[in-house]
């Protein structure tokens, strides 16, 4: 893509247009999936992708001030920007794949189809983490311990971990090379390559010599059942990757197989910390009854769905 100069006049007619567009699509669109805490606002969409292409800020996207302007440059063709905006609008590509990038919690993070994109209710896993150290008899051996990150995809979870946790080291896994490089990128980026250890394979699977040893264990794994995931919004169904929404036919599948794994993997008094899909809170609940844990809470997102837990492997003394 190269560089090229519109007037202001140009650009907002494009705006207009892609308004209009945008308005039609979230008209003719139906509920999406009610379980999907992020719903599409096509709006804010088109005024971060003309910030990333144009630098255009809010206050004048809103006001039209830069109608006024003789030459604007954008970091790409105006056919360019409108073909990417016929990929988001008819293709239904997420914008973050478009623009390669997605921001969460203090960072910009790399984004490609190869990983889920990282979700605003995802980085509360990151605050109960520095909340379950703080209030625990012992913060340090969790704050400088070893923490995993299983299923860790663009690399979101593990980063978020390593900066709250700036003395301890994260051990992230996904199944995916495709991921891991995606992974990579961002934490080479962060300059947090000495902190974050990259593994290929399944959950607990490569981390065998850490047996004992983990602080904490935390994941965001997939969770749809199968026979949903056709059902949820076109932006995710059709464009990101099913091995990391696919829990299998009741959505439990890799939730149980982390928590029958993770005892093992934890120190005594250590944490795993777990999202799940609205609804499963019950039946995750009893899993963890049925291994060897203890002090079970369950925690709403910020749309007030139950979506994580909380479970530690019991403390020595009452082993
Ligand atoms: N919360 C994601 C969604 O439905 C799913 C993520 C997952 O399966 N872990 O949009």
């Known amino acids: 893509m190269s560089t090229s100069q519109v ?4 650009l907002w007619d494009w705006c207009q247009a892609a308004q209009r567009q945008a308005s039609c ?35 004048a996207l809103y006001l039209g001030s830069f109608r006024e302007k003789s030459a604007i440059t954008l970091s790409l063709t105006l056919p360019e ?6 990929q988001r609008i008819q293709a239904r590509t997420p914008i973050q794949y478009l623009l390669g990038v997605a921001p969460w919690r203090q960072f910009r993070l790399k984004v490609s189809p190869a990983v889920l994109i990282p979700r605003p209710e995802t980085e509360c896993l990151i605050d109960l983490a520095v909340a379950a150290a703080e209030q625990s008899p012992s913060p340090v051996k969790f704050q400088a311990g070893l923490w995993a990150d299983l299923g ?12 709250a946790f700036p003395l301890a080291t994260i051990h992230a896994v996904d199944s995916s090379p495709a991921a891991l490089a995606v992974a990579e990128d961002n934490i080479q980026e962060l300059d947090l390559a000495t902190r974050i250890h990259l593994y290929q394979g399944v959950w607990l699977e490569p981390l065998t010599r850490l047996k004992g040893k983990l602080s904490g264990i935390v994941a965001n794994p997939p969770y749809i059942p199968t026979g949903k995931l056709a059902q949820l919004q076109p932006e995710v169904s059709w464009h990101e990757p099913h ?6 036919r009741d ?15 934890l120190r005594p ?13 019950k039946s995750v609940r ?23 837990t909380l479970a530690y492997r019991p403390p020595e003394s009452s082993l």
């Not at 007037?7 to 140009?10: A, D, E, L, V, Y």
């Not at 920007?81 to 016929?86: F, G, V």
């Not at 009893?286 to 994580?308: C, H, M």
Request: net charge negative; no cysteine; hydrophobic share 45%.
């Open 251 to 265: 959505g439990l599948e890799s939730l149980r197989a982390i928590i029958a794994a993770a005892p093992a993997y």
């Open 7 to 10: 007037s202001g006049q140009t």
């Open 81 to 86: 920007l409108q073909q990417l905006w016929q």
């Open 243 to 248: 091995l990391a929404l696919d829990g299998g």
């Open 286 to 308: 009893q899993l963890l009854q049925q291994e060897e844990y203890t002090q079970v809470k369950i925690y709403p997102d910020l749309a007030g769905i139950e979506r994580f």
């Open 269 to 281: 008094g250590g944490v795993l910390l777990l999202e799940m899909m609205a609804g499963q809170a």
């Open 25 to 59: 699509l979230e008209a003719a669109s139906v509920v999406t999936h009610p379980e999907q805490a992020s719903q599409v606002n096509l709006e804010e969409e088109l005024a971060w992708l003309l910030q990333e292409v144009a630098g255009l800020d809010r206050l």
């Open 152 to 163: 860790t995809g663009s690399g979101a979870i593990a980063i978020g971990l390593a900066t």
